[in-house]
């Protein structure tokens, strides 16, 4: 059974820095790009970034709204992915899905986790 | 920059047919976007309904069916049930290999 469990969230600073942490199991997520999806307190999902599998170089990609303040990373050996957040703002206050992309050009998310909050407040 | 458009909300009567569209603020949706619609209710982690414009999900009862009209694409819900009523977010991949999600329609069945 696939499982994406994120952990990391809580409050913090504005300016401060959080690193949320995404464990996959059931799957062998070199095979898979591993992307992070935000929600704001009663407001819509947003697309965040995204990390390529190993085929492709675990490359990244993100959403300008994050764009030089997020980075996205992975350790297969570990089945974690990690989105590194810094320079945190009220605004990216959120939960925080953990998204597995579906394999092959199809691009849909065919497993999320629970989600994690993360606080941006002073 | 490009933005994914729905719309902010709609209502349907049970048993009733509703479509909800998903749109860019600039240029046509087209199959190669790969549209994928997403279910969440209140509290919950998304449901994945459609993918590749009019795959359904496994599980996902044969009233939700997708669809590229014009040039938007398109969640078409036939036959609406009380528990359909949730939000609806639609997933564009779009140009530089990212991904971006519309605002979400507010389903409400009435």
């Known amino acids: 059974e696939v499982q994406l469990v994120e952990s990391g969230g809580a409050l913090v600073q504005p300016g401060g820095s959080l690193r949320l942490s995404c464990a996959a199991s059931?799957?062998?997520?070199?095979?898979?790009?591993m992307d992070w999806v935000r929600q704001a307190p009663g407001k819509g999902l947003e697309w965040v970034g995204r990390?390529?599998?190993?085929?492709?170089?675990?490359?990244?990609v993100y959403a300008a709204s994050v764009k030089g303040r997020f980075s996205l990373s992975r350790d297969d050996s570990t089945d974690s992915v990690y989105l590194q957040m810094n320079s945190l703002k009220a605004e990216d206050t959120a939960v925080y899905y953990c998204?597995?992309?579906?394999?092959?050009?199809?691009?849909?998310?065919?497993?999320w986790g629970q989600g994690t909050l993360v606080t941006v407040s002073s | 920059q490009t933005v994914v458009t729905q719309e902010p909300s709609f209502s349907v009567s049970p048993g009733g047919t509703v479509t909800l569209t998903c749109g860019l603020s600039s240029g046509s949706v087209s199959t190669t976007f790969n549209p994928s619609w997403y279910q969440q209710t209140p509290g919950q982690t998304p449901r994945t309904l459609i993918y590749s414009t009019n795959i359904r999900a496994s599980g996902v009862p044969d009233r939700f069916s997708g669809s590229i009209l014009g040039n938007k694409a398109a969640l078409t819900i036939t036959g609406a049930q009380a528990d359909d009523e949730s939000d609806y977010y639609c997933l564009l991949y779009m140009g530089g290999g990212t991904s971006a999600l519309g605002g979400g329609t507010k389903l409400t069945v009435l």
């Open positions: 990390t390529r599998n190993k085929a492709n170089g675990y490359s990244t």
């Open positions: 059931g799957f062998t997520l070199s095979d898979y790009y």
């Open positions: 998204a597995r992309l579906s394999i092959g050009s199809t691009y849909y998310f065919d497993n």
